[in-house]
Nanobody, 116 residues
Framework: QVQLVESGGGLVQPGGSLTLSCVTT??????????MGWYRQAPGKERELIGSISALGRAHYRDSVSGRFILSRHNDNDTVVLQMNNLKPEDTGVYYC????????WGQGTQVTVSS
């Protein structure tokens, strides 16, 4: 079993930055986590994958966040980090992490609000 705990959200002005962390805990096994992703669910919209990172650290980003967001992962402590820069109001939403294939149960997410 793998549990996902997201943190680091908050209220930030446009142009600001936030760093989100996803800590995974598991009760069985110690294999390297699969490709992981950060997802965003904006108000009234579907949850969407905004970036993913392979087990070896290769990252891919949705066009809307490319150049502003940076993914990293730390396999020694099963943490996935999303550095968000130059935030825009349209980045507002609840952010979640999960495997790219969404195999794990969803965590509570962390709210990001970009507003002046």
């Amino acid at each position: 079993q793998v549990q996902l705990v997201e943190s680091g959200g908050g209220l930030v002005q446009p142009g600001g930055s936030l760093t989100l962390s996803c800590v995974t805990t598991r009760t069985i096994g110690k294999n390297t986590l699969p490709p992981m992703g950060w997802y965003r669910q904006a108000p009234g919209k579907e949850r969407e994958l905004i970036g993913s990172i392979s087990a070896l650290g290769r990252a891919h980003y949705r066009d809307s966040v490319s150049g502003r967001f940076i993914l990293s992962r730390h396999n020694d402590n099963d943490t996935v980090v999303l550095q968000m820069n130059n935030l825009k109001p349209e980045d507002t939403g609840v952010y979640y992490c999960n495997a790219v294939d969404r195999r794990f149960d969803w965590g509570q997410g962390t709210q990001v609000t970009v507003s002046s």
